[in-house]
């Protein structure tokens, strides 16, 4: 049945350690093409965003940042916050036209005026209680001399008002940096110039590669030769597990694993690390990363009875793989391509662009994600579209790669490239990859910074010095190498056959033990 | 009181039928009841034993088969964990971090270490005629049960999803046991071989000490399943042909290994018989379970609702339906099997194989798996 063959000609050693230019791309939501019209209750627009310009980084160490509990969602009663995130409010405040329009432009709904005016209060808030702390002190010293009874027992009663006052405005402050960080989060990240204004039709196309195949046959789509070829069973999986669920049989199962092992050795050779990741992570995680849990209509599994979620993307535990650390600049890039599960509710999604694999709640993806100098981000974003494109390019298929527009970007994304590719059975476009740069989105949430040289040639990963230079917050982007059930749709659709047989790419082959064509069975009697 | 009645005849029929369909009524719901608690109990009766199992607890269970001796080394040995380390292979710090512990990330050659298992396990397998599956890792929690686990159990190894009645799968054997669940197969079908792959989610609630070490049980992994459904009669002789597939597979990649006949304290509820084998894990100090094969007779498929319908003499039987030429349809059996479960595997591996140096030999089956990797040697020290 399946003969053993090579994989691939090299060698591992020569691959993860090679330097080279190194892309990702990621599939943040094959979702957002087509729904465009639930905007107002896509969850991609009210996920936690903030606003952040790129090349303007404030150290962490900057007292100006209140770092304080987020509350988890808005719309529910505040629970307990349970992590920190930075956020640069005087750049917010002195910006805030920019921020207004970048918010009107992607359609999102979070309240500029209401974090500026909590902002407000919150800067007054803190100088009386700074205030009431600096008289406290007063009190207090005074009361360390020889007093007069009187005056002490004058001071004394001074003493408890102050701090009765100051308990209640303390309780007050906390209360208002929460409200403050939870408003705040829902400010999406700031857009990259060259981004086109508008909706879903304003998406620029970048490049075309090829044209649509022409047949001079009538052609099946990827659900019938999946059928005519013993390659899926949808019923039985609806029967198991319930609909947009499936089996993969036979030759399927070989074109998944040779997608993946291709998928997995073409990016590795241009020098990125390879891994396979958890698929259920702390829901504090997802929410970092900019997806939200518990959000009405949202994409996330979560585990009953424990505060786990199952991951949507790679994208998700590769980014926590650093979070909370200090990495040194001589780090960066570091350069990831992470193989994992990916489950998805797709609640929300319904109509024709469900059938088949178009829309599944399960399956494979191999994904990019690269964490990088801030001065370097835009430069990585064009080398990871221009591996997807290599790579999407290489095994035939014909699609065009998008300049999103502002109304279609996630809240984490400063910029988005999306690749679509012909899928003549469905007749038009499908989404199967995508390229975000998120900037300091996430890794202000998760925590990642780094540690630019400075003259001292050994520097520490953590702890303070005097000749250190001040941490900053590294860059992060994402990308889909290769998303497995709508590549299998490209495959199939293009490159099926008159007879029924099926043709693989070359690039595949040595991934598939040499299968050249997946070719209609004997009839057997089942 | 179809015919024709007088008025007072009629009125007493009228009362009787009334008392009756009251009465009746009543059983009826105490029927149900019944059943009910019927079928809760008996459920709970495991599946009857082969003869030849030994009886007894963990000890009594028999050594069927031993491959090979424990690997002498002239060198002093690290387990697992050190190898993973030395060599950049895991991390389960950051794992848990991001997810809690006994999760981990796989790094550099490890990645091709399992992929390459998991390539070679089901090019093996589909080899000796078992079609290949991958299947839904999310299924409905009544598929869970009906295979013979509890989801809702105290201590379950159960994951359950929130807000439905859908569970993530333990092992391969639950969505490929429901692939066919509710049918009726064609006698001609059977044998039905499948080898599939999945990732697999335990909670590992009730399991503590220092067998939970690095790979050794995790909450994630990886793995191949062997799954028979076939005609009651010929599923002692599958399970033979089961076994000997694991010993094939583990042996071609040089382990030392023993099969075991596990002993009736130590079947599943599903199992008629199971055997077990357990790899020499020289880091570990010991041996380790790195696969089982059970024969579940009818038990599951009792459950999951499968039969066959033997072959009469019309040749043209249908699927469905009776016909008074059709044989009764009988549950067929199942049987399920390792194949390979990458996580221990690893182990076995990388501590078998070890060299002096700090590498690791990767056996030669596995190697064309592995785009020809040989070995995995220590790098050099990045400033990282």
């Given at each position: 049945?399946?003969?053993?063959?090579?994989?691939?000609g090299?060698?591992?050693?020569?691959?993860?350690?090679?330097?080279?230019?190194?892309r990702?791309?990621?599939?943040?939501s094959?979702l957002?093409?087509?729904?465009?019209?639930?905007?107002?209750?896509?969850?991609?627009?009210?996920?936690?965003?903030?606003?952040?310009?790129?090349?303007?980084?404030?150290?962490?160490?900057?007292?100006?940042?209140?770092?304080?509990?987020?509350?988890?969602?808005?719309?529910?009663?505040?629970?307990?916050?349970?992590?920190?995130?930075?956020?640069?409010?005087?750049?917010?405040?002195?910006?805030?036209?920019?921020?207004?329009?970048?918010?009107?432009?992607?359609?999102?709904?979070?309240?500029?005026?209401?974090?500026l005016?909590?902002?407000?209060?919150?800067?007054?808030?803190?100088?009386?209680?700074?205030?009431?702390?600096?008289?406290?002190?007063?009190?207090?010293?005074?009361?360390?001399?020889?007093?007069?009874?009187s005056?002490?027992?004058?001071?004394?009663?001074?003493?408890?008002?102050?701090?009765?006052?100051?308990?209640?405005?303390?309780?007050?402050?906390?209360?208002?940096?929460?409200?403050?960080?939870?408003?705040?989060?829902?400010?999406?990240?700031?857009?990259h110039?060259?981004?086109?204004?508008?909706?879903?039709?304003?998406?620029?196309?970048?490049?075309?590669?090829?044209?649509?195949?022409?047949?001079?046959?009538?052609?099946?789509?990827?659900?019938?030769?999946?059928?005519?070829?013993?390659?899926?069973?949808?019923?039985?999986?609806?029967?198991?597990?319930?609909?947009?669920?499936?089996?993969?049989?036979?030759?399927?199962?070989?074109?998944?694993?040779?997608?993946?092992?291709?998928?997995?050795?073409?990016?590795?050779?241009?020098?990125?690390?390879?891994?396979?990741t958890?698929?259920?992570?702390?829901?504090?995680?997802?929410?970092?990363?900019g997806?939200?849990?518990?959000?009405?209509?949202?994409?996330?599994?979560?585990?009953?009875?424990?505060?786990q979620?199952?991951?949507?993307?790679?994208?998700?535990?590769?980014?926590?793989?650093?979070?909370?650390?200090?990495?040194?600049e001589?780090?960066?890039?570091?350069?990831?391509?992470?193989?994992?599960?990916?489950?998805?509710?797709?609640?929300?999604?319904?109509?024709?662009?469900?059938?088949?694999?178009?829309?599944?709640?399960?399956?494979s993806?191999?994904?990019?994600?690269?964490?990088?100098?801030?001065?370097?981000?835009?430069?990585?974003?064009?080398?990871?579209?221009?591996?997807?494109?290599?790579?999407?390019?290489?095994?035939?298929?014909?699609?065009?790669?998008?300049?999103?527009?502002?109304?279609?970007?996630?809240?984490?994304?400063?910029?988005?490239?999306?690749?679509?590719?012909?899928?003549?059975?469905?007749?038009?476009?499908?989404?199967?990859?995508?390229?975000?740069?998120?900037?300091?989105?996430?890794?202000?949430?998760?925590?990642?910074r780094?540690?630019?040289?400075?003259?001292?040639?050994?520097?520490?990963?953590?702890?303070?010095?005097?000749?250190?230079?001040?941490?900053?917050?590294?860059?992060?982007?994402?990308?889909?190498?290769?998303?497995?059930p709508?590549?299998?749709i490209?495959?199939?659709?293009?490159?099926?056959?008159?007879?029924?047989?099926v043709?693989?790419?070359?690039?595949?082959?040595?991934?598939?033990?040499?299968?050249?064509?997946?070719?209609?069975?004997?009839?057997?009697?089942? | 009181?179809k015919?024709?009645?007088?008025?007072?005849?009629?009125?007493a029929?009228?009362?009787?039928?009334?008392?009756?369909?009251?009465?009746?009524?009543?059983?009826?719901e105490?029927?149900?009841?019944?059943?009910?608690?019927?079928?809760?109990?008996?459920?709970?009766?495991?599946?009857?034993?082969?003869?030849?199992?030994?009886?007894?607890?963990?000890?009594?269970?028999?050594?069927?088969?031993?491959?090979?001796?424990?690997?002498?080394?002239?060198?002093?040995?690290?387990?697992?964990?050190?190898?993973?380390?030395?060599?950049?292979?895991?991390?389960?710090?950051?794992?848990?971090?991001?997810?809690?512990?006994?999760?981990?990330?796989?790094?550099?050659?490890?990645?091709?270490?399992?992929?390459?298992?998991?390539?070679?396990?089901?090019?093996?397998?589909?080899?000796?005629?078992?079609?290949?599956?991958?299947?839904?890792?999310?299924?409905r929690?009544?598929?869970?049960?009906?295979?013979?686990?509890?989801?809702?159990?105290?201590?379950?190894?159960?994951?359950?999803?929130?807000n439905?009645?859908?569970?993530?799968?333990?092992?391969?054997?639950?969505?490929?046991?429901?692939?066919?669940?509710?049918?009726?197969?064609?006698e001609?079908?059977?044998?039905?071989?499948?080898?599939a792959?999945?990732?697999?989610?335990?909670?590992?609630?009730?399991?503590?000490?220092?067998?939970?070490?690095?790979?050794?049980r995790?909450?994630?992994?990886?793995?191949?399943?062997?799954?028979?459904?076939?005609?009651?009669?010929?599923?002692?002789?599958?399970?033979?042909?089961?076994?000997?597939?694991?010993?094939?597979?583990?042996s071609?990649?040089?382990?030392?290994?023993?099969?075991?006949?596990?002993?009736?304290?130590?079947?599943?509820?599903?199992?008629?018989?199971?055997?077990?084998?357990?790899?020499?894990?020289?880091?570990?100090?010991?041996?380790?379970?790195?696969?089982?094969?059970?024969?579940?007779?009818?038990?599951?498929?009792?459950?999951?609702?499968?039969?066959?319908?033997?072959?009469?003499?019309?040749?043209?039987?249908?699927?469905?339906?009776k016909?008074?030429?059709?044989?009764?349809?009988?549950?067929v059996?199942?049987?399920?099997?390792?194949?390979?479960?990458?996580?221990?595997?690893?182990?076995c591996?990388?501590?078998?194989?070890?060299?002096?140096?700090?590498?690791?030999?990767?056996?030669?089956?596995?190697?064309?798996?592995?785009?020809?990797l040989?070995?995995?040697?220590?790098?050099a020290?990045?400033?990282?």
């Open positions: 049945m399946i003969s053993c063959g090579c994989f691939g090299t060698t591992f050693h020569g691959l993860a350690l090679a330097p080279s230019i190194c990702s791309t990621s599939m943040f094959p957002r093409t087509l729904t465009l019209t639930l905007a107002a209750t896509n969850p991609h627009h009210r996920l936690l965003r903030r606003v952040l310009f790129p090349t303007v980084v404030r150290a962490f160490s900057s007292t100006a940042l209140p770092t304080v509990p987020i509350t988890k969602q808005e719309g529910k009663a505040a629970a307990k916050p349970q992590w920190k995130t930075a956020i640069d409010f005087k750049w917010i405040r002195d910006n805030k036209d920019v921020v207004a329009a970048n918010i009107k432009n992607r359609n999102s709904n979070a309240n500029l005026d209401l974090v005016e909590l902002y407000e209060k919150f800067l007054n808030l803190q100088k009386e209680v700074e205030w009431l702390r600096a008289e406290r002190n007063v009190v207090a010293n005074k009361m360390k001399g020889k007093l007069e009874p005056v002490r027992q004058a001071l004394v009663e001074e003493g408890k008002n102050l701090k009765e006052g100051l308990v209640s405005l303390e309780e007050d402050l906390v209360q208002l940096t929460d409200q403050l960080q939870q408003e705040a989060q829902c400010l999406p990240n700031i857009t110039p060259d981004v086109p204004i508008g909706g879903e039709d304003s998406s620029i196309i970048r490049k075309m590669v090829r044209s649509p195949r022409e047949f001079n046959f009538n052609i099946k789509d990827h659900l019938e030769l999946g059928k005519d070829l013993e390659l899926f069973d949808f019923d039985a999986a609806a029967e198991v597990s319930g609909s947009k669920f499936y089996y993969l049989k036979n030759e399927a199962v070989l074109l998944e694993m040779g997608l993946i092992n291709w998928a997995i050795a073409e990016v590795s050779k241009r020098g990125y690390i390879p891994l396979i958890p698929e259920i992570v702390r829901s504090s995680v997802v929410e970092k990363c997806f939200q849990p518990r959000g009405q209509n949202t994409q996330v599994y979560s585990i009953e009875n424990n505060d979620c199952l991951i949507g993307t790679a994208e998700i535990p590769v980014g926590g793989i650093h979070m909370d650390s200090i990495l040194p001589s780090a960066l890039p570091l350069k990831y391509v992470a193989y994992s599960h990916c489950f998805r509710t797709e609640a929300g999604a319904a109509g024709t662009a469900t059938r088949g694999l178009y829309r599944v709640h399960q399956f993806k191999v994904e990019m994600f690269i964490f990088c100098r801030p001065e370097e981000s835009n430069l990585y974003h064009e080398e990871l579209i221009a591996i997807e494109e290599d790579l999407f390019s290489s095994l035939g298929l014909h699609f065009k790669t998008l300049d999103m527009a502002t109304g279609d970007l996630g809240a984490p994304a400063y910029r988005k490239f999306d690749v679509e590719a012909w899928m003549p059975g469905l007749g038009r476009y499908g989404e199967i990859s995508s390229a975000s740069n998120c900037t300091d989105y996430q890794s202000r949430r998760l925590g990642i780094y540690r630019p040289s400075s003259d001292t040639p050994a520097t520490s990963k953590k702890g303070k010095g005097s000749n250190l230079a001040p941490t900053q917050f590294v860059h992060t982007l994402n990308a889909t190498a290769c998303a497995v709508r590549m299998i490209c495959l199939l659709e293009n490159f099926q056959q008159e007879d029924g047989a043709v693989i790419p070359e690039p595949l082959r040595p991934y598939m033990g040499g299968l050249n064509v997946i070719s209609p069975k004997a009839k057997t009697s089942q | 009181m015919g024709k009645l007088e008025p007072s005849v009629r009125q029929l009228v009362e009787e039928g009334k008392n009756l369909k009251e009465g009746l009524v009543s059983l009826e105490d029927l149900v009841q019944l059943t009910d608690q019927l079928q809760q109990e008996a459920q709970c009766l495991p599946n009857i034993t082969h003869p030849d199992v030994p009886i007894g607890g963990e000890d009594s269970s028999i050594i069927r088969k031993m491959v090979r001796s424990p690997r002498e080394f002239n060198f002093n040995i690290k387990d697992h964990l050190e190898l993973g380390k030395d060599l950049e292979l895991f991390d389960f710090d950051a794992a848990a971090e991001v997810s809690g512990s006994k999760f981990y990330y796989l790094k550099n050659e490890a990645v091709l270490l399992e992929m390459g298992l998991i390539n070679w396990a089901i090019a093996e397998v589909s080899k000796r005629g078992y079609i290949p599956l991958i299947t839904p890792e999310i299924v929690s009544s598929v869970v049960e009906k295979c013979g686990f509890q989801p809702r159990g105290q201590n379950t190894q159960v994951y359950s999803i929130e439905n009645d859908q569970c993530l799968i333990g092992t391969a054997e639950i969505p490929v046991g429901g692939i066919h669940m509710d049918s009726i197969l064609p001609s079908a059977l044998p039905l071989k499948y080898v792959y999945s990732h697999c989610f335990r909670t590992e609630a009730g399991a503590a000490g220092t067998a939970t070490r690095g790979l050794y995790v909450h994630q992994f990886s793995k191949v399943e062997m799954f028979i459904f076939c005609r009651p009669e010929e599923s002692n002789l599958y399970h033979e042909e089961l076994i000997a597939i694991e010993e094939d597979l583990f071609s990649l040089g382990l030392h290994f023993k099969t075991l006949d596990m002993a009736t304290g130590d079947l599943g509820a599903p199992a008629y018989r199971k055997f077990d084998v357990e790899a020499w894990m020289p880091g570990l100090g010991r041996y380790g379970e790195i696969s089982s094969a059970s024969n579940c007779t009818d038990y599951q498929s009792r459950r999951l609702g499968i039969r066959y319908r033997p072959s009469s003499d019309t040749p043209a039987t249908s699927k469905k339906g016909g008074s030429n059709l044989a009764p349809t009988q549950f059996h199942t049987l399920n099997a390792t194949a390979c479960a990458v996580p221990r595997m690893i182990i591996l990388l501590e078998n194989f070890q060299q002096e140096d700090g590498a690791v030999v990767i056996p030669e089956p596995l190697r064309p798996y592995m785009g020809g040989n070995v995995i040697s220590p790098k020290k990045t400033s990282q």
